[in-house]
């Protein structure tokens, strides 16, 4: 199956800082997500992008399918923005696929 | 309803006893989506329901578990003679797919399983 690989494991950084997270995936997708599971263990939808740019605030993500890898980047960190960022893939052709997900990031941002 | 619920939110059982969970999905959503998710497994798919389409099985760990869907709406994940192993975080998601081939998925709250 699709191989999910993201990176850094685990990033502590100074609140105000700016962030760059990382997923390679191995397969063409038709999906790709990225997701905050905030410390209750929700899991907060940040950005639906198999291709492409989008921005929300402070957050935005880059997917450049053809060399299949996924960037989130966080701008001006708060404490709030601590906890596991997860990158989530479902294979191109699957229709409606369950996703692979990485092992995630885990985010501390200390004040 | 405004998101994906799923009840009960905390279960604890003994080894041996059989437990179902509960799923229901964003109104509207023809796609449903079983995961769980375990300190040693991470955040691993099982089952999804798309539709009226048989559901393809092949993800859930073993033949104790099941699940079942009625029309578009409701689903329960049911695990007999549970173990110590199947202890882990429940989630559910929902999408839209397949209109537009849209299939953002967003997931419940979660149910926290505990198998003494």
């Known amino acids: 199956g699709i191989q999910v690989e993201q990176s850094p494991p685990d990033l502590i950084l100074q609140e105000g800082a700016n962030s760059t997270l990382r997923c390679n995936f191995s397969d063409s997708v038709n999906n790709l997500q990225w997701f905050h599971q905030n410390p209750w263990g929700q899991l907060i939808n940040l950005f639906y992008?198999?291709?492409g740019t989008k921005q929300n605030g402070r957050l935005s993500a880059t997917t450049v399918a053809t060399e299949r890898y996924s960037l989130l980047y966080i701008s001006s960190s708060q404490t709030t923005d601590s906890g596991v960022y997860f990158c989530?893939?479902?294979?191109?052709?699957?229709?409606?696929?369950?996703?692979?997900f990485g092992k995630g990031t885990h985010l501390i941002i200390q004040p | 309803g405004a998101g994906v619920s799923q009840s009960p939110s905390n279960k604890v059982t003994e080894k041996g006893k059989d437990v179902e969970l509960r799923c229901d999905p964003i109104s509207g959503h023809t796609a449903l989506y079983w995961y769980r998710q375990s300190l040693g497994q991470g955040l691993e798919f099982l089952i999804y329901f798309q539709g009226n389409s048989a559901p393809d099985k092949s993800g859930l760990p073993s033949d104790r578990f099941s699940a079942e869907r009625t029309g578009e709406s409701v689903s329960t994940l049911t695990i007999q003679r549970t173990q110590q192993e199947d202890s882990a975080v429940y989630l559910c998601?929902?999408?839209?797919?397949?209109?537009?081939?849209?299939?953002?998925?967003?997931f419940g709250p979660g149910t926290r399983l505990t198998v003494l």
């Open positions: 998601a929902s999408s839209l797919y397949p209109i537009y081939s849209y299939n953002e998925q967003f």
């Open positions: 989530a893939v479902a294979p191109a052709g699957g229709g409606a696929d369950g996703l692979t």
């Open positions: 992008i198999p291709s």
